[in-house]
């Protein structure tokens, strides 16, 4: 299994590198108050860790949600012995 997730992770990174080389355009992003001009792969990769940063942080709420609540049963379950 882990060597199946190495090599699927081996072409995507394969496909990304392609794919930031052959874009590597400026283009101009618009904050609101201010834009910035940054290269294409640059931008895309920013977007694409902040997005993995964001659903890592949901995904921890979620897990600390069921660890209290793991918890909160566990000592139901102990109070009823």
Do not use: W
Request: aromatic fraction near 10%.
């Amino acid at each position: 299994m882990k060597l199946i997730l190495l090599i699927v992770f081996f072409c995507v990174f394969i496909i990304a590198l392609i794919f930031s080389v052959l874009n590597f355009h400026s283009v101009q992003i618009n904050l609101g108050f201010t834009s910035i001009s940054l290269p294409l792969t640059v931008a895309l990769t920013i977007e694409l860790f902040a997005g993995i940063v964001i659903g890592l942080l949901a995904a921890l709420i979620q897990i600390l949600r069921l660890k209290s609540d793991y918890a909160h049963l566990n000592k139901q379950l102990e109070k009823n012995k």
